[in-house]
């Protein structure tokens, strides 16, 4: 059974700092990771999207890697600001057509200015 | 600005009452799809419809009903809920639902409902 356990579950740091937001998966047989922002008592927005035959993905500050082997993904963000504040959540897409996404619980970022 | 909408935003209910969640999808999407978020859980996932037809559903208990009239419309009807039935309930669409590649799914903002 896959499970996504993303560490650490809270993070606050001052603003202009870079950080890391990690996620593993117990079964590497993946198509493809998905990086999701939610703010507080909303829906989610996606932020990138990693196909299991790629490394990395970016977008602006963001950049998530994918180390399918070794189950484990990060969210890099450059230069925090305070409009990243939110919580993060990673998923992923089972190895099998026409199956769901699996979440992780978040991780719950505050920045401050 | 996404492309899925959900109403209402929130949603009070007592044990005996029957209500229904509306969700529209603009863009063009195959699949949609019913999560329920509780605190401090992973978003669970509860139905998925392609084309109309539900290809999914992970073991809920019967007193949450879907439906899907067509591609850009899906309903949640509840009735008889419990109060631990109270979370935010997302609704999400995606081109396909087979497609192996690129199948990203894209989220309304949810439902907020409390079950007293």
């Known amino acids: 059974k896959q499970e996504v356990t993303q560490i650490p579950a809270a993070l606050s740091v001052p603003e202009g700092e870079n950080l890391v937001l990690n996620c593993s998966f117990t079964d590497s047989a993946i198509y493809n990771l998905q990086w999701f922002r939610q703010d507080p008592g909303k829906g989610l927005t996606s932020l990138l999207l990693i196909q299991s035959s790629q490394r990395e993905q970016t977008s602006g500050r963001l950049n998530a890697s994918l180390d399918k082997s070794s189950g484990r993904s990060t969210l890099y963000i450059a230069a925090s600001q305070p409009g990243d504040s939110a919580t993060y959540l990673c998923?992923?897409?089972?190895?099998?057509?026409?199956?769901?996404?699996?979440f992780g619980k978040g991780t719950t970022l505050s920045v401050s200015s | 600005e996404t492309g899925v909408t959900q109403t209402p935003r929130h949603l009070v209910m007592g044990m005996t009452n029957k209500k229904s969640l509306k969700c529209e999808q603009h863009?063009?999407?195959?699949?949609m799809y019913w999560y329920k978020q509780s605190a401090k859980k992973p978003l669970e996932l509860m139905f998925v419809y392609s084309l109309e037809e539900r290809v999914e559903n992970n073991s809920v208990p019967s007193r949450f009903s879907p439906e899907c009239p067509n591609s850009s419309h899906l309903f949640l009807h509840l009735h008889t809920l419990q109060p631990e039935d109270s979370a935010l309930y997302l609704c999400a669409s995606s081109q396909d639902w087979v497609a192996l590649l690129y199948n990203e799914q894209f989220f309304g903002p949810g439902t907020r409902l409390t079950v007293l």
């Open positions: 863009l063009g999407h195959n699949a």
């Open positions: 998923a992923v897409r089972r190895g099998q057509a026409g199956t769901a996404l699996i």
